[in-house]
Antibody, heavy 122, light 110 residues
Framework: QVQLQESGPGLVKSSQTLSLTCTVS??????????WSWIRQPAGKGLEWIGR???????NYNPSLKSRVTIFVDTSKNQFSLKLTSVTAADTAVYFC??????????????WGRGTLVAVSS | QSVLTQPPSASGTPGQRVTISCSGH????????VYWYHQLPGTAPKVLIY???QRPSGVPDRFSGSRSGTSASLAISGLRSEDEADYYC???????????FGGGTKLTVL
């Protein structure tokens, strides 16, 4: 059974870089049937898609975050990672990693990590 | 400010039918499929509806989705206490080349 697990610091100082890793277990991150996304949720608020890595295509990023975001993959470790630079308090949120099915008629996030809370301190 | 617009709250009594709306634009709902997720407190979202009105295996047929133009709706019939959760609509946006979500609707079962 495939599982996703986020890891990384729970506290980041303002203006510094937020770095998170999602480890995929029970399946290969190199499968062309899926892409791998980061999604975040500030406390009490809605979901915001950050971006994704797709091994058969190019990365896509939320335009509102694109200048600060990088998502990259380490296939040898079956992990994908998020780097978000120049963070502010507005970046405080629960960060989820998620798997997206890439079949045309069945594209949706079918597997999620449990989420990890990242707080930005001043 | 979310790209897709949902009412912040909805409510119903057990056994009732409730609907949650989702309004978007030509670049998202008007051109692409709509998806619905629900989220219990402290947990990750789970997909309820994909491709406007399809249910993944394991999702009860009490849940149904529809799309018309640039709007969509989720209907829940035979409301149960365990349906109390946050519900989010989502769609791909061609202009943004990315996924967009609604702000979420908190469903309360009275």
């Amino acid at each position: 059974q495939v599982q996703l697990q986020e890891s990384g610091p729970g506290l980041v100082k303002s203006s510094q870089t937020l770095s998170l890793t999602c480890t995929v277990s029970g399946g290969s991150i190199s499968s062309g049937s899926f892409s791998w996304s980061w999604i975040r949720q500030p406390a009490g608020k809605g979901l915001e898609w950050i971006g994704r890595f797709y091994i058969n295509g190019r990365n896509n990023y939320n335009p509102s975050l694109k200048s600060r975001v990088t998502i990259f993959v380490d296939t040898s470790k079956n992990q994908f990672s998020l780097k978000l630079t120049s963070v502010t308090a507005a970046d405080t949120a629960v960060y989820f990693c998620a798997r997206e099915r890439m079949a045309y008629l069945e594209r949706y996030f079918d597997l999620w990590g449990r989420g990890t809370l990242v707080a930005v301190s001043s | 400010q979310s790209v897709l617009t949902q009412p912040p709250s909805a409510s119903g009594t057990p056994g009732q039918r409730v609907t949650i709306s989702c309004s978007g634009h030509r670049s998202n709902i008007g051109s692409n499929f709509v998806y619905w997720y629900h989220q219990l407190p402290g947990t990750a979202p789970k997909v309820l509806i994909y491709r406007n009105n399809q249910r993944p295996s394991g999702v009860p047929d009490r849940f149904s989705g529809s799309r018309s133009g640039t709007s969509a709706s989720l209907a829940i019939s035979g409301l149960r206490s365990e349906d109390e959760a946050d519900y989010y609509c989502a769609s791909w946006d061609d202009s943004l080349s990315g996924w967009v979500f609604g702000g979420g609707t908190k469903l309360t079962v009275l």
